[in-house]
T-cell receptor, first 113, second 114 residues
Framework: GQQLNQSPQSMFIQEGEDVSMNCTSS?????WLWYKQDPGEGPVLLIA?????ELTSNGRLTAQFGITRKDSFLNISASIPSDVGIYFC?????????????FGKGITLSVRP | DAGVIQSPRHEVTEMGQEVTLRCKPI?????LFWYRQTMMRGLELLIY????????DSGMPEDRFSAKMPNASFSTLKIQPSEPRDSAVYFC????????????FGSGTRLTVV
């Protein structure tokens, strides 16, 4: 079956640093999404990518859809304490064919003040 | 838009009791998903519905788990009888299959079975 690989499981950075997270798959996806989960809450969509090679920004977040359609990265610049949480990547096949998302296991980000 | 609404937020029950989790998806969304999250296994898809019809329940761990979606605005996930290993956070999410917008998750129900 489809699997998304995120590693490492945890990352520790200093406030103000940039951090980059990768997500890879053995399967091709048509859409890549990045979610963030705060403690005690459900995952919230950060960025959605729809085309191979696409680079999209949302404030201090930048994400790219890999050219092979098998990978994506998320970059957070100038990290702040509220960036703490679990970051999930997810891949999606076309709507209508199978709208089910496949999630990675997530990366827990800690930010030291 | 109130988002996806789940109830209760927390549930503590004794082993062997029946537990019912509830979800109200976003109005207009035609797909609904139930997930379970644990430290060991991460987010696991249990079952999903398209237009109120169960499409894939291969993630339901065993017959003790059942899910229904009687109409477009309500779904339940029932565990009967509950066991301590069912303790987890259960999320409901909804989406529209007419667009590429991913899922919107509820805040989850934290279930503890003692």
């Amino acid at each position: 079956g489809q699997q998304l690989n995120q590693s490492p499981q945890s990352m520790f950075i200093q406030e103000g640093e940039d951090v980059s997270m990768n997500c890879t798959s053995s399967s091709i996806f048509n859409t890549w999404l990045w979610y963030k989960q705060d403690p005690g809450e459900g995952p919230v969509l950060l960025i959605a990518l729809y085309k191979a090679g696409e680079l999209t920004s949302n404030g201090r977040l930048t994400a790219q859809f890999g050219i092979t359609r098998k990978d994506s990265f998320l970059n957070i610049s100038a990290s702040i304490p509220s960036d703490v949480g679990i970051y999930f990547c997810a891949g999606q096949l076309p709507p209508g064919a199978n709208s089910k998302l496949t999630f990675g296991k997530g990366i827990t980000l800690s930010v030291r003040p | 838009d109130a988002g996806v609404i789940q109830s209760p937020r927390h549930e503590v029950t004794e082993m062997g009791q029946e537990v019912t989790l509830r979800c109200k998806p976003i109005s207009g969304h035609n797909s609904l998903f139930w997930y379970r999250q644990t430290m060991m296994r991460g987010l696991e898809l249990l079952i999903y519905f398209n237009n109120n019809v169960p499409i894939d329940d291969s993630g339901m761990p065993e017959d003790r788990f059942s899910a229904k979606m009687p109409n477009a605005s309500f779904s339940t996930l029932k565990i009967q009888p509950s066991e301590p290993r069912d303790s987890a956070v259960y999320f409901c999410a909804s989406s529209s299959t007419s667009g590429n917008y991913g899922y919107t998750f509820g805040s989850g129900t934290r279930l503890t079975v003692v």
